[in-house]
């Protein structure tokens, strides 16, 4: 383990126990009916610091899994873009980005013939030239650092418009027998079909002609991290709260996930969160994960069971380490997840990768417009790619409400 990362856990050992410390002083003066503003203060201030060590740890984990789960995926768009029917049988990758770079920059015109045909075509309707393997690489890796739920989902991925997964209803249950009698054949067990499609999403932005001239200008970069942060804030809100209307259906919308009350009109408790972690079967709490935004955490850091206990224990999973934990499991934090309000939604939990699954086609295509920004001596790029969402398997997660 490095030096730096031996600093950082020692870091977070010691904000943590000072933030203990802070809090049991505060509930003793709420008890007391004594003023807490000066440790609120000191609270937030310790909090920063928690919040910083919780990000790194956020970031390494989900760039982990976006490395893990693109690798698969890599393979099979350079495998595509290898095929002789793809138009790019005689180049190579490198020289595919070096024409796709060439086109981005000048456009069709400034092409020679063989370059022409070393270039794909989407074949959406649409149009648009397909983004080399490097460009999702990047991209996706930042999507999954933005929009957490890619990490702890399921990740399907397709060259067609959708994907079908088999789906469960009902199950066999065991019977009694006599011996030598009638094994009469049971019900309940049926498996269908779950038709997931993967919605077309587009994102813009605008690039001056003097930064395309620019030779050391990095356009691949510009276009990546743009691209990226577009894509992973709609991406992100809708896997949490889409209505699957054009877009995924995000799990907190789904009308078949359980939910379990928090024991308060606005506010979840310890013995709420506890609840919730009983709501599902053991099958699925083993493998559970707890979802929530930022704030969700900051309440939750404070909360403490009937034995006294901090139901958030701070961790840095970094080359070995323990993670941050609640009541024993992982979380991820979604920005677009509610905050504690009467008769909101803040937490959910679950094994998320049994309850839900992305969908990605594999090819992102990037059209050039010169013509719609010329007046402002920009270019427009817009890309498209196709992304699904749903829960496949409702019983694997359970939602927390805000209720007594």
Same mark, same amino acid.
């Given at each position: 383990?490095?030096?730096?990362?031996?600093?950082?856990?020692?870091?977070?050992?010691?904000?943590?126990?000072?933030?203990?410390?802070?809090?049991?002083?505060?509930?003793?003066? *709420?008890?007391?009916?004594?003023?807490?503003?000066?440790? /609120?203060?000191?609270?937030?201030? *310790?909090?920063?610091?928690?919040?910083?060590?919780?990000? +790194?740890?956020?970031?390494?984990?989900?760039?982990?899994?976006?490395?893990?789960?693109?690798?698969?995926?890599?393979?099979?768009?350079?495998?595509?873009?290898?095929?002789?029917?793809?138009?790019?049988?005689?180049?190579?990758?490198?020289?595919?980005?070096?024409?796709?770079?060439?086109?981005?920059?000048?456009?069709?015109?400034?092409?020679?013939?063989?370059? &022409?045909?070393?270039?794909?075509?989407?074949?959406?309707?649409?149009?648009?030239?397909?983004?080399?393997?490097?460009?999702?690489?990047?991209?996706?890796?930042?999507?999954?650092? +933005?929009?957490?739920?890619?990490? *702890?989902?399921?990740?399907?991925?397709?060259?067609?418009?959708?994907?079908?997964?088999?789906?469960?209803?009902?199950?066999?249950?065991?019977?009694?027998?006599?011996?030598?009698?009638?094994?009469?054949?049971?019900?309940?067990?049926?498996?269908?079909?779950?038709?997931?499609?993967? %919605?077309?999403?587009?994102?813009? &932005?605008?690039?001056?002609?003097?930064?395309?001239?620019?030779?050391?200008?990095?356009?691949?970069? /510009?276009?990546?991290?743009?691209?990226?942060?577009?894509?992973?804030?709609?991406?992100?809100?809708?896997?949490?709260?889409?209505?699957?209307?054009?877009?995924?259906?995000?799990?907190?919308?789904?009308?078949?996930?359980?939910?379990?009350?928090?024991? %308060?009109?606005?506010?979840?408790?310890?013995?709420?969160? +506890?609840?919730?972690? %009983?709501?599902?079967?053991?099958?699925?709490?083993?493998?559970?994960?707890?979802?929530?935004?930022?704030?969700?955490?900051?309440? +939750?850091?404070?909360?403490?069971?009937?034995?006294?206990?901090?139901?958030?224990?701070?961790?840095?999973?970094?080359?070995?380490?323990?993670?941050?934990?609640?009541?024993?499991?992982?979380?991820?934090?979604?920005?677009?997840?509610?905050? /504690?309000?009467?008769?909101?939604?803040?937490?959910?939990?679950?094994?998320?990768?049994?309850?839900?699954? &992305?969908?990605?086609?594999?090819?992102?295509?990037?059209?050039?417009?010169?013509?719609?920004?010329?007046?402002?001596?920009?270019?427009?790029?817009?890309?498209?790619?196709?992304?699904?969402?749903?829960?496949?398997?409702?019983?694997?997660?359970?939602?927390?409400?805000?209720?007594?």
């Amino acid at each position: 383990m490095s030096d730096d990362i031996k600093q950082l856990i020692g870091d977070l050992n010691s904000a943590f126990t000072e933030f203990k410390s802070a809090n049991d002083e505060r509930l003793e003066r *709420i008890e007391k009916s004594e003023g807490t503003a000066e440790i /609120e203060e000191k609270l937030g201030k *310790i909090e920063k610091d928690l919040d910083r060590c919780a990000e +790194i740890e956020q970031n390494y984990k989900q760039q982990k899994a976006a490395v893990d789960a693109q690798d698969e995926k890599l393979a099979s768009l350079e495998t595509a873009l290898s095929r002789p029917a793809s138009g790019v049988d005689t180049k190579s990758v490198d020289e595919y980005v070096k024409v796709f770079d060439k086109v981005m920059r000048k456009g069709k015109e400034a092409l020679e013939p063989n370059e &022409v045909k070393a270039l794909t075509v989407s074949n959406d309707t649409t149009g648009g030239y397909l983004a080399p393997p490097e460009y999702m690489r990047e991209l996706l890796k930042t999507v999954t650092e +933005i929009s957490p739920i890619r990490s *702890i989902a399921r990740v399907r991925t397709t060259a067609q418009r959708s994907v079908q997964v088999p789906k469960r209803d009902g199950q066999f249950s065991a019977s009694w027998v006599a011996e030598s009698g009638t094994r009469s054949e049971t019900t309940g067990w049926t498996v269908g079909l779950e038709e997931i499609p993967a %919605h077309e999403m587009y994102a813009l &932005v605008d690039i001056s002609e003097q930064d395309l001239e620019d030779s050391v200008f990095d356009l691949e970069a /510009e276009m990546q991290s743009e691209f990226a942060e577009q894509f992973a804030k709609a991406e992100g809100t809708a896997h949490v709260s889409g209505n699957g209307v054009g877009q995924p259906f995000g799990f907190m919308s789904n009308g078949d996930v359980g939910e379990v009350v928090s024991g %308060h009109a606005s506010t979840i408790l310890a013995d709420g969160l +506890i609840g919730l972690v %009983h709501g599902i079967k053991s099958e699925y709490a083993k493998n559970g994960t707890f979802v929530f935004n930022r704030t969700t955490l900051s309440a +939750i850091r404070k909360l403490k069971d009937t034995a006294g206990q901090y139901v958030f224990q701070a961790g840095l999973s970094l080359q070995g380490g323990a993670t941050s934990t609640v009541l024993g499991y992982p979380y991820v934090e979604a920005t677009d997840m509610p905050s /504690e309000g009467s008769n909101t939604y803040p937490v959910a939990f679950g094994d998320f990768n049994r309850a839900y699954i &992305v969908v990605d086609r594999i090819q992102m295509a990037v059209s050039r417009d010169p013509f719609t920004q010329a007046t402002t001596g920009n270019v427009r790029y817009v890309a498209r790619r196709r992304v699904g969402g749903q829960v496949v398997q409702a019983e694997a997660i359970v939602k927390q409400k805000c209720s007594t």
